[in-house]
DNA sequence: ATAATATCCTACCAATTTGGTAGGGAAATT
DNA sequence: AATTTCCCTACCAAATTGGTAGGATATTAT
């Protein structure tokens, strides 16, 4: 399962995105409209600076806002940001990889279905968007 | 991701698969076999049992067995016992189902897109059993 | 300048989950 | 009665999760 943390990243993604383009936004506003603990989605919202999903601006006027359209900002990009791995074991993740001990790859039944349940996984997290995510909800 | 429990319950269960038909298999010698830490073994194959996926015998001649066939055993009624919840969300999780605070769900965007998900990966899971995982390894 | 505004950074914290271990009890077999 | 094997309860350390506190830093307005 996604972490609360995770849920609070999409929450406050899709407020920004139905924002998009109407400048910076408050932590603290995004904070009260989508009820996230203030301080938590601070550090939430920083980390998705750091990966360049958002920009920021200080002072007066300042916030944050989508560096790109919400047409460009997959859920895939999100969930690893933020979550972690997408793929169920870790020898099978595209972008965490780590080597299963006790367990060789070549022979490995498990392997080979969870890197089918991946790759249906990623079809649709990685092709579904921001803006999916707010037209869906119409 | 799933947890190492998990991995260690599919390693035994593989084994207990591949061994179906020959009677009750010790604890002591699949942790051997699979490397797995001895009394946590015991512990997830008494959870496997409780559910009705093994059986055991007590004393000499003792240990586990599948309860039906390999063919009959798919993976996502094992991950729901060890792991728990299969889809990314709560709110969209059909055996671990809980509301999601702050969030309406008929108009929730995420929510949408996370049932396409579960369902994507439970066709899979669901169609996918041990026997699948023994003779996909070679 | 300097005050005000707002993000950024470091450190800490409690509760829960994960990955075990220890020790003995209960049932079946010899 | 002894041996074998699963079963049950309790405990434990380390990691993760979901936060909070307090101030440093950058920008803007006066
Ligand atoms: S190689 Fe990763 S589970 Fe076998
Ligand atoms: S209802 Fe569960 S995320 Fe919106």
């Known amino acids: 399962m996604l972490s609360k943390k995770t849920r609070y990243a999409f929450r406050a993604l899709s407020y920004l995105a139905e924002n998009y383009g109407k400048g910076p936004i408050l932590i603290s506003d995004i904070s009260v ?12 919202l920083n980390e998705l600076k750091k990966v360049d999903l958002l920009e920021s601006k200080k002072g007066k006027g300042g916030g944050y806002y989508l560096k790109v359209s919400p047409k460009k900002i997959n ?5 690893r940001v933020i979550n972690g791995p997408i793929a169920l074991l870790p020898c099978v993740s595209l972008n965490f990889y780590e080597r299963c001990e006790d367990c060789d790859e070549k022979h490995c ?30």
């Open 75 to 79: 859920l895939a990009t999100v969930i």
């Open 109 to 138: 039944g498990i392997r080979k279905i969870m890197t089918i349940t991946r790759d249906a996984t990623l079809k649709i997290l990685e092709k579904k968007t921001l803006h999916d995510i707010i037209f869906a909800s119409f």
């Open 33 to 44: 409209k989508k009820k996230i603990p203030l301080k938590f989605l601070e550090n939430i």
